[in-house]
């Protein structure tokens, strides 16, 4: 079945110690994005790709960042981790062609814990 | 100003009972899209529905409604005939403009019980 897979599902890293999390599709989706979702909260937008062009919110840490290697992977990279980044992460996936309908393919997503 | 309200934080509702999840927004751009997402307790977030500004009737799919009232800036959503599997927290959201890099803001989201 066509899906978005995460890897790891849960995530233990050290304060600081820096941390690669990882989405793959076989949607062939050619936008991706990155959630973070704290507890009881709403996501909230990182990145997102179409194709290689990226799109940086303005308001992600310059700890975080992602790379998009090719369509059916997507990397999240956190390079000093703090206690605030502890969170699920969410990857995502759209056509661009269902322009303005906006569904997402959403992975199971990655629970990050900081010690 | 927040751009998606979501006034319920928790709702408990009999099993086979009609469900509304209550949603307003806030925006400028004439065009924009609405959305329903189901997080259930495994978190993966389930696409639900979606409204488009432009469009002339509510959408519908399956047991889900949106009651989309664009003068008052409102997107509720129904779930008919509510089921146990229906327990999930519901979000919520927004998208102003048709690019794809005109982003999606969620609400806080509501967290519906549905009681045997």
């Known amino acids: 079945d066509a899906m978005v897979i995460q890897n790891p599902r849960y995530q233990v890293t050290q304060f600081g110690k820096p941390v690669t999390l990882s989405c793959s599709q076989t949607l062939n989706h050619n936008v991706m994005y990155w959630y973070q979702q704290k507890s009881s909260q709403a996501p909230k937008l990182l990145f997102h790709y179409y194709d290689k062009d990226f799109n940086n919110e303005a308001d992600t840490p310059d700890n975080f960042q992602s790379r998009r290697p090719n369509t059916s992977f997507c990397f999240l990279d956190i390079r000093s981790p703090g206690l605030g980044d502890a969170a699920m992460y969410l990857c995502?996936?759209?056509?661009?062609?269902?322009?303005?309908?906006?569904?997402?393919?959403f992975g199971p997503g990655t629970r990050l814990t900081v010690l | 100003a927040q751009k998606i309200t979501q006034t319920q934080p928790g709702m408990f509702v009999q099993e086979k009972e009609a469900v509304t999840l209550d949603c307003t927004y806030d925006t400028s751009d004439p065009s924009y899209g609405l959305f329903w997402y189901k997080q259930p307790s495994s978190g993966e977030m389930i696409f639900l529905i979606y409204q488009g500004s432009y469009d002339q009737q509510n959408a519908t799919e399956g047991r889900y409604s949106l009651n989309f009232q664009k003068a008052r800036k409102s997107a509720n959503l129904v779930i008919s005939a509510s089921q146990l599997g229906d327990s999930a927290m519901y979000f919520c959201?927004?998208?102003?403009?048709?690019?794809?890099?005109?982003?999606?803001?969620f609400g806080k989201g509501t967290r519906l019980h549905i009681l045997p």
């Open positions: 995502a996936t759209s056509r661009e062609e269902q322009r303005g309908s906006g569904e997402q393919f």
């Open positions: 959201a927004m998208r102003e403009g048709f690019r794809w890099d005109d982003k999606i803001i």
